[in-house]
């Protein structure tokens, strides 16, 4: 059984294949084309000197980038309902003091009101309706002029979007779309890929991304070890 928040969302790929997904998020935009869209929103400083929150952080692939540089945050702060992906993100942030990482949910931040200049989501809680609870609490933390970003799958375009609609044949991305719209969320559409060190690697990651069924499918049709995929960037300013 899992060792998780009460009322947590499992996410089977991460939570069940912690080392797979390492090497997914190794993989996945190598060209730093999300990062680069998300300093862009928040202007010439990026995140510099900001207090960011990254909500449903994992095992903390990305605490580090904020952490670090002559571009890094003030404080960072990663929030996970999972306790073995909490540890390993701890471990991962132990030499960097800016960094906390604490147990929660999306529906129940763990920080104060007002305190948070960016938050951050990356394939974590926020997939449309349903997420409501979640985004009151991204209203109740974010500072007046902070910035929210979440990014997920477009699944209406690339190779992997094409995979993810037939992995989930109920996911409506126009009705997603509209969600979001309505709530004054912007997005914009990113194009990034995948690039694994070997083939091993791709159908690993595919395994853990698929039902068994699609997964044996599209590594049939797919060869090579690069996969194409489209992104929402969506976000809203406080």
């Known amino acids: 059984m899992h060792e998780a928040e009460q009322g947590a969302i499992p996410s089977p790929n991460t939570?069940?294949?912690?080392?797979?997904?390492?090497?997914?998020n190794r993989g996945t935009d190598p060209d730093g084309v999300v990062d680069a869209a998300v300093r862009d929103?928040?202007?010439?400083?990026?995140?510099s000197g900001l207090r960011v929150l990254d909500v449903g952080c994992g095992a903390g692939y990305h605490l580090p980038g904020f952490a670090t540089g002559p571009g890094a945050a003030a404080a960072?702060?990663?929030?996970?309902?999972?306790?073995g992906l909490r540890e390993r993100a701890r471990a991962r942030t132990a030499a960097l003091p800016s960094v906390r990482v604490l147990a929660g949910t999306?529906?129940?931040?763990?920080?104060?009101?007002?305190?948070?200049?960016?938050v951050h989501a990356r394939w974590a809680y926020f997939f449309?309706?349903?997420?409501?609870?979640?985004?009151?609490?991204?209203?109740?933390?974010?500072?007046?002029?902070?910035?929210?970003?979440?990014?997920?799958v477009d699944a209406t375009r690339s190779t992997f979007g094409a995979w993810f609609a037939r992995a989930h044949p109920r996911h409506d991305p126009v009705a997603v779309e509209r969600f979001w719209a309505r709530r004054g969320w912007s997005?914009?559409?990113l194009d990034v890929r995948w690039s694994?060190?070997?083939?091993?690697?791709?159908?690993?990651?595919?395994?853990?991304?698929?039902?068994?069924?699609?997964?044996?499918?599209?590594?049939?049709e797919h060869p090579g070890t690069e996969v194409d995929q489209a992104v929402n960037l969506l976000w809203r300013r406080a």
């Open 15 to 24: 939570w069940d294949s912690p080392d797979v997904y390492e090497l997914e």
């Open 41 to 47: 929103l928040l202007g010439p400083s990026g995140w």
């Open 76 to 83: 960072v702060t990663g929030v996970e309902p999972h306790a």
């Open 106 to 118: 999306a529906q129940a931040l763990p920080v104060a009101d007002a305190s948070v200049d960016l």
């Open 128 to 152: 449309g309706p349903g997420c409501e609870p979640g985004l009151a609490e991204v209203d109740r933390v974010l500072a007046p002029g902070g910035t929210a970003v979440v990014v997920d």
């Open 187 to 189: 997005r914009r559409s």
């Open 196 to 220: 694994m060190p070997d083939r091993a690697t791709l159908e690993a990651v595919v395994r853990i991304e698929l039902p068994p069924h699609l997964a044996g499918a599209v590594l049939a």
